[in-house]
């Protein structure tokens, strides 16, 4: 089959050694002072130079933190969820939680495209436990960064930092590649877009990928969809692919969304009621741990657009607001 050019070089290759003149890794960034020197901040894939050094916990470590997790969710009243994105050694974590009859939720999984196993991984085709309680048909793809540290892929300049227009996380041939190695294998491709750059890329790429591999079928979605063109929001029903979205990340952008992207393409962001008005059906959740888990804080800023402290006391762009429905009924079926 096709190999990934990527994982060919060896990993060890792309984070051997680091100083100051060490350069931005693809899809990254060192923040630097004045005079050149790293400050410390480090943006997207830049954080794989630190992260690659830390020894990493033991599978039992491992089981230990997804049962806590698991326990914390349930408290919650949550009794299923997608975890967006693990790798070869969590599967195999999962599995032996499974055998131990020590799974407290159902668990959808994506395998994470950045595992060097990924293919691997793919080869082996779906994966159900006896019970149902783990489950893998999907993937999980990230193609940028986040609105907050400016790595949001932008088609224009950042509002309030002329020169940036943030961070794709892969060139057009690995995202493609990524992608189609997916469908080819019949999973489901879940691919994080925030920007309006990363988000027409990837959309590009599911219009042209569907048609090949006829896997319309699979409901591909993109990851937050949160800042789109006004042109690419009715391309969501057009394709069949689906905007898994999460309320809270507009009630808690609020104070720096606008400024990072002016008074005119704010209107495409956050925008639930253009999508569900474009024929679009929204999957909303909460994107923890980046934001709690509670439910009730994804309904609250879903139907109000309002913050924790009910802050603006009109919604932040209240026309934008979802019902109870979205976040219930139609993000489960």
Not at 87 to 95: C, E, I, L, P
Not at 241 to 247: I, K, N
Not at 270 to 278: N, Q, T
């Amino acid at each position: 089959g096709i190999r990934d050019p990527l994982w060919s070089r060896g990993l060890g290759d792309v984070y051997k050694r680091q100083d100051r003149d060490t350069a931005d890794p693809i899809g990254g960034q060192i923040i630097r002072d004045e005079n050149g020197s790293p400050t410390g901040v480090l943006i997207d894939t830049a954080m794989g130079l630190i992260s690659s050094k830390i020894p990493r916990p033991t599978l039992e470590d491992e089981k230990s933190a997804l049962t806590e997790a698991m326990k914390t969710l349930a408290k919650f009243g949550i009794t299923s969820v997608h975890d967006a994105g693990i790798n070869s050694r969590t599967v195999r974590a999962y599995k032996e939680l499974v055998t131990e009859s020590k799974l407290h939720i159902r668990i959808n999984a994506m395998l994470s495209a950045s595992d060097p196993l990924y293919q691997d991984r793919l080869a082996e085709g779906f994966y159900s436990s006896d019970d149902e309680t783990f489950v893998i048909h999907s993937v999980k793809i990230v193609s940028d960064g986040a609105l907050g540290s400016r790595g949001a892929a932008l088609i224009e300049d950042y509002s309030d930092e002329p020169g940036n227009k943030g961070l794709l996380r892969y060139n057009d041939e690995r995202l493609e590649f990524l992608m189609r190695v997916a469908m080819n294998a019949q999973f489901q491709v879940n691919t994080h877009a925030i920007g309006d750059h990363a988000n027409l890329k990837v959309l590009d790429n599911y219009e042209r990928l569907i048609a090949e591999t006829s896997s319309r079928h699979r409901r591909h979605r993109i990851e937050h969809a949160q800042i789109l063109r006004y042109e690419d929001i009715k391309r969501f029903s057009e394709l069949g692919v689906l905007p898994s979205m999460q309320a809270t990340h507009a009630t808690s952008d609020k104070n720096m969304a606008q400024n990072r992207l002016g008074e005119i393409r704010i209107r495409g962001a956050y925008a639930w009621r253009k999508l569900i008005e474009s024929g679009a059906r929204i999957a909303n959740g909460s994107d923890f741990p980046v934001e709690s888990p509670n439910p009730f804080w994804g309904l609250h800023a879903a139907v109000t657009r309002q913050d924790r402290s009910g802050e603006p006391t009109e919604g932040w762009f209240p026309e934008e607001r979802m019902t109870c429905l979205l976040y219930t009924s139609d993000a489960a079926d």
